[in-house]
C-alpha cells in the first residue's frame, strides 16, 4: 500500500509568489495535517483537517490556507511568500478522531525554497 | 504544550550499546505522546507512542518511559545499531485540542560503529 505522498518534493520560488502543495493520504485515512518544518527545528502544526473540514489551526498567518477534497487529499496554499517560509512542508494522514486514531504517518515532505 | 523540549540536542553512542533520549513537556493536559525518528531527506517516522494513563510501554528494542509528576519523556533504544542514526523527536498532543501535535526541537542519535 503507498503511504503519504506529496508534491512536488521540491520547489523554488521568488518572494511574492505563491505555491500550492498537495498530499494524498493513505487510503482509508480520512484525516490530514499539515507541519512546516523548519530546518533545524521541530515540525510545527499548521492545520488539520477532517471529513474536508478544518479542525485545527496552528499560529499561522492567513497567508497560509489548506482545504481537502472529496477524496480526502489535500491542498496546502501559501501566499506572498517570505523568505522565512523556505522550510519541509510535512502532511501526515491519520484514521480521525477517536481511539487509536492519533497516530500521524507522515509523507517525505515538499521541500520549499524562497528566494 | 508548545514548550516540548530535549535536555540534549545531541547523543553519539557505541553501537551495541544503550540509548536514553530526554524529552520535558510543559503542559500538564498532554495525554498522548509519540515517539518519531526522522531520518536525512525523509519524514518523521512512528516509534512508539504512549498515552498520559501509562507510565510506561515496551515495542521491540523501544522502551517509552513516561513520568507525569516531572513531565519528564524517555526514549530507551536497546543494542542500538547504525541504522537508528537520525533525529528524535517527541510530540505531546494536548487534551480537547483534536489531533495537534507539538514537537520537541530533536535529538541527533549517531551511532559509531
Known amino acids: 500500500d503507498a503511504g503519504v505522498t506529496q508534491s512536488p518534493t521540491h520547489l523554488i520560488k521568488t518572494r511574492g509568489q505563491h505555491v500550492t502543495l498537495r498530499c494524498s493520504p493513505i487510503?482509508?485515512?480520512?484525516?490530514v495535517s499539515w507541519y512546516q518544518q523548519v530546518l533545524g527545528q521541530g515540525p510545527q502544526f499548521i492545520f488539520q483537517?477532517?471529513?474536508?473540514?478544518?479542525?485545527g489551526r496552528g499560529n499561522f498567518p492567513d497567508r497560509f490556507s489548506a482545504r481537502q477534497f472529496p477524496n480526502y487529499s489535500s491542498e496546502l496554499n501559501v501566499n506572498a511568500l517570505l523568505l522565512g517560509d523556505s522550510a519541509l512542508y510535512l502532511c501526515a494522514s491519520s484514521l480521525g478522531p477517536g481511539s487509536g486514531a492519533n497516530v500521524l504517518t507522515f509523507g517525505a515532505g515538499s521541500r520549499l525554497t524562497v528566494l | 504544550g508548545e514548550n516540548v523540549g530535549l535536555h540534549l540536542p545531541t547523543l553519539s553512542v557505541q553501537e551495541g550499546d544503550n540509548s536514553i533520549i530526554n524529552c520535558a513537556y510543559s503542559n500538564s493536559a498532554s495525554d498522548y505522546f509519540i515517539w518519531y525518528k526522522q531520518e536525512s531527506g525523509k519524514g518523521p517516522q512512528f516509534i512508539i507512542d504512549i498515552r498520559s494513563n501509562m507510565d510506561k510501554r515496551q515495542g521491540q528494542r523501544v522502551t517509552v518511559l513516561l513520568n507525569k509528576t516531572v513531565k519528564h519523556l524517555s526514549l530507551q533504544i536497546a543494542a542500538t545499531q547504525p541504522g537508528d542514526s537520525a533525529v528524535y523527536f517527541c510530540?505531546?498532543?494536548?487534551?480537547?485540542?483534536?489531533?495537534?501535535?507539538?514537537f520537541g526541537t530533536g535529538t541527533s542519535l549517531t551511532v559509531i560503529p
Open positions: 510530540a505531546e498532543k494536548i487534551r480537547d485540542t483534536g489531533n495537534q501535535f507539538y
Open positions: 487510503s482509508g485515512h480520512k484525516s
Open positions: 483537517y477532517y471529513e474536508k473540514e478544518e479542525r
